[in-house]
């Protein structure tokens, strides 16, 4: 796994913020680099054994790992500015999703559209949200997603889907905390069915076995 961390302690070895590969689920690095601010960092992966850094400029290197290497060859279209969108949209346009465009609402409040065609002529859109101010429980960026069948003439709105993806012959889905799976017909959502209820689970502090 890859994540962008900060402690504050800006004389410390990191500068106080660093990008980490870690063996998920542990958070203990194999592959550590310093930032120093908060602007960039983070990334993604592009094969099994290789990543792609979001650099923009300030990362060094504090420790690199033989299980990994890093990508300097990968690019994708598109720059979204230098916090979590450039790496998240990235991510989207990386698995399949396709970016329509972006709709300016207000002063800081924009949202951006991804589509992703399914079977039997079903699409899959996602409403990515970014703002100030935004709604209770939600972070300054969130999403909401929607189903559309243009064939059939059926959209299917899901405001509170925080997350969905197709997976081979399925819908899945997260909502409230549970995560959810569902099978697309003609006109509807079918045989919708509970995976898991995550709401019971707490943080656990363990050392990583490695």
Known sequence: MIYFAMNGRWQSETGGSWTAISRAPWLKAIALF???DCWDG???FTSNRTYWLNDGYGHHL???SSEISRDTTYQIAGYYGRECLNVYYRRLQRDGWIYIGRESLERWKT???FEKPLAQGWILRKIAHAEIGSPPGKGCYWDEHELENTTAGVTLKHPDWEWADWDRHRLVW???GC???GYLSGHKLRDVRL???FNHLSFE???APY
């Open 34 to 36: 310093g930032k120093g």
């Open 42 to 44: 983070g990334g993604l």
């Open 62 to 64: 504090i420790q690199d």
């Open 111 to 113: 949202l951006d559209l």
């Open 174 to 176: 997260s909502r409230l």
């Open 179 to 181: 995560l959810y799976i």
């Open 195 to 197: 995976i898991n209820d």
């Open 205 to 207: 502090p363990r050392c």
